[in-house]
């Protein structure tokens, strides 16, 4: 059994680079950096718990994945987090993940989506997290 965490964080970092909204790219982090131009997409906590059988090694994995948007005031709309978070859903559930050669996706689920939202002391920041369950298999 291998850890696969950083295959499927690189195999997610690689698909949601092409996620663009207005015409213009959103960028996709590990750790957020101070500053950071917004709206984009934060790859967070992740979970492995063996999920083997006899004849194979699997894992049931979780993944946190985070759209982040500032405003300035104290208000905004969920419309950006929206359309953003609707587009890691058509990549990551819709079309797949690609962690060939050495692991399949065998299934993809939404576990669960929230909003948080913090009026700082200069913007009003929306954040939607999506933690997204996959079945993988060692191949």
Not at 74 to 82: E, Q, S
Request: net charge negative; no cysteine; aromatic share 8%.
């Amino acid at each position: 059994m291998n850890d696969i965490n950083k295959s499927l964080r690189d195999a997610y970092y690689s698909a949601l680079s092409s996620i663009t909204f207005n015409g213009s790219d959103v960028n996709v982090y590990e750790v957020m950096p101070q500053g950071a131009d917004l709206p984009a997409i934060l790859l967070s906590l992740q979970t492995d718990t063996d999920d083997s059988v006899k004849t194979d090694f699997g894992h049931d994995q979780t993944i946190l994945i985070e759209v982040w948007q500032d405003y300035q005031g104290d208000f905004g709309t969920k419309d950006v987090v929206d359309t953003i978070a609707n587009d890691i859903l058509n990549i990551s559930i819709g079309t797949g993940l690609d962690l060939l050669p050495n692991y399949k996706v065998v299934t993809s689920t939404l576990d669960q989506s929230t909003y948080l939202e913090e009026n700082l002391a200069s913007v009003y920041r929306i954040r939607k997290q999506l933690r997204i369950r996959h079945r993988i298999q060692e191949l």
